[in-house]
């Protein structure tokens, strides 16, 4: 379980792709899918987008089941961590890609 410390540790576009594949599971009711998280930003390879979702599940902030288009579970589900209690950031704010097609800005 990652400690609240350990989201400070992650890379930019890592936060921004974990805020917001918590903001789609909130707002859909289901994970993203890889292309779901690549079309938001701009990443033009899956394997790109693979990279970063390897890196989230290894620091121990999501888990992924193989072989599921929409097999992201959050490792802290409701935005707070269980270590430490705190809330997390909330979803991505306009800074996040200054994508506007999803609505949320």
Not at 7 to 20: A, H, P
Not at 62 to 67: A, G, K, Q, S, V
Request: charged content about 25%.
């Amino acid at each position: 379980m990652p400690a609240f410390s350990d989201y400070d540790l992650l890379t930019v576009k890592q936060r921004r792709i974990l805020d917001f594949i918590r903001w789609h599971i909130e707002i859909h009711g289901r994970s993203p899918t890889v292309r779901d998280i690549g079309a938001e930003f701009k990443i033009k390879s899956p394997n790109g987008t693979m990279c970063h979702l390897k890196a989230l599940q290894k620091k121990g902030f999501i888990t992924r089941e193989h072989l599921l288009s929409r097999g992201i579970t959050l490792v802290v589900p409701d935005g707070h961590c269980k270590a430490c209690g705190q809330k997390l950031p909330d979803r991505p704010g306009p800074e996040s890609n200054g994508s506007a097609k999803t609505g949320r800005h």
